[in-house]
């Protein structure tokens, strides 16, 4: 098992990826404390979790609010001694329609690029108690290229991720603290998600990817269970593209 014992936090785990995560993280013997905003869905993968054999728990968390953070990773600390291992994962999704709406680029710097910081703060705190930890945050290919059909504010949060990550993993390498950053390319739509969940237009990207498939929650899970995990001991402040070649051309 890669993580035994390891005590984890995913925020976005009641759905998408940061579930895949959940489940796969789980299956490599971590504690796995699935944090989101949709309590009932979050209830479900834990239920399910622990009916076949791991350890989860489920916590409310807007990761854009402050105090939620903070009580949050308290808990957990208080409940597992400490905390191993952070999964900057929730997000909303810019492919909508309006790409200049003022609100919309103002939601997902709050979100996407704001509640990563905030995690990374209150997660780097915790992990600096115990020892050092490993903190993996939920880039996209949109934090490395522009691109025609997304709000640029999507890609302005993502690539905020990308050095947030880097200036993290600076600032923290010394106290044993991992940062780095997974970036998958072309994955099932986002829950929020309008223009990127129509078919013609998804037809027309996986044209231009190498592999000439869509990932899947497991391809992007696998990259994070590796950079979680004392396999990837010598990596921090580094990018980890899962985009099935996309990047490449
Ligand atoms: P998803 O919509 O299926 O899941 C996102 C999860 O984040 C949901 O469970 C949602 O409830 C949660 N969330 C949203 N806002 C939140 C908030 N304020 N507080 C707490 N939780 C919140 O999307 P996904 O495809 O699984 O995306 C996971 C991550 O991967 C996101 O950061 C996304 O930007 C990134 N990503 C997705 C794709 C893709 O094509 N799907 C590609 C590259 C990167």
């Known amino acids: ?125 915790a992990m600096l108690g115990t020892g050092g930890g490993s903190i993996v945050n939920i880039s996209s290919i949109s934090g490395l290229v522009g691109q025609e059909f997304v709000h640029m504010g999507y890609n302005a949060a993502k690539a905020g991720i990308h050095l947030l990550t880097k200036s993290a993993a600076l600032q923290f390498g010394k106290d044993g603290i991992r940062v780095n950053s997974v970036h998958p390319g072309i994955m099932a739509p986002m829950r929020t998600s309008v223009t990127a969940a129509d078919p013609a237009l998804r037809a027309k990207l996986l044209e231009t990817i190498p592999l000439r498939r869509a990932g899947n929650g497991d391809d992007t899970a696998n990259a994070v269970l590796f950079l979680a995990s004392d396999e990837a001991s010598y990596i921090t402040g580094t990018e980890l593209v899962v985009d099935g070649g996309f990047l490449a051309g």
């Open 1 to 125: 098992m890669r993580l035994k014992g390891k005590i984890s936090i995913i925020t976005g785990a009641a759905h998408g990826m940061g579930e895949s995560t959940a489940r796969r993280f789980a299956r490599e013997g971590a504690v796995v404390v699935i944090a989101d905003v949709l309590d009932a869905e979050g209830a479900k993968v834990v239920a399910e979790i622990n009916a076949q054999g791991g350890k989860a728990e489920y916590v409310h968390l807007d990761v854009t609010q402050e105090t939620e953070w903070k009580s949050l990773v308290a808990s957990t600390v208080q409940r597992h001694g400490r905390l191993d291992v952070l999964v900057n994962n929730a997000g909303i999704s810019g492919a909508v329609p309006d790409r200049m709406d003022v609100a919309m680029f103002d939601r997902l710097m709050n979100v996407n690029a704001r509640g990563t910081f905030l995690g990374i703060k209150y997660g780097i705190e």
